[in-house]
């Protein structure tokens, strides 16, 4: 586990009672904070992907999805495999781990729905 995240959680001022029911809530957000990962997520539950699809997926610089994809394989969600070829070839997929968390990007793409269909955004699919 991130020793950041550790000593965060270590010295967090909320009552030891209610913390134990956000801290899992508070890590998850802590993994998944940054701009882009959502999507990054979104795009590697479509496959592997090497770093030049991504960035041509995903509008953010090269610095941006370089740190935020550095961030998420520390976080052990996703995997990064470089091959020893030339020109250098770099590929990107979900962990096991980063696997599971497929129903919880579903799950927020339902409710995006949802709530553009509710604020008069986009029809109701039936």
């Given at each position: ?56 997926l ?28 030339i ?10 781990l ?29």
């Amino acid at each position: 586990m991130n020793p950041k995240y550790v000593t965060e959680c270590a010295s967090c001022e909320i009552k030891d009672d209610i913390k134990q029911q956000l801290c899992p809530y508070c890590m998850a957000q802590k993994v998944i904070k940054g701009k882009w990962k959502l999507l990054i997520f979104w795009h590697l539950q479509q496959g592997t992907k090497r770093f030049n699809e991504l960035s041509r997926l995903i509008p953010a610089t090269q610095a941006t999805l370089t740190r935020q994809l550095r961030e998420l394989e520390f976080d052990q969600v996703i995997e990064r495999k470089v091959y020893n070829v030339i020109p250098p070839k770099v590929e990107y997929s979900l962990s096991p781990l980063g696997i599971k968390f497929g129903d919880v990007t579903n799950s927020m793409g339902q409710w995006g729905m949802t709530y553009f269909q509710s604020m008069g955004l986009m029809e109701p699919t039936e």
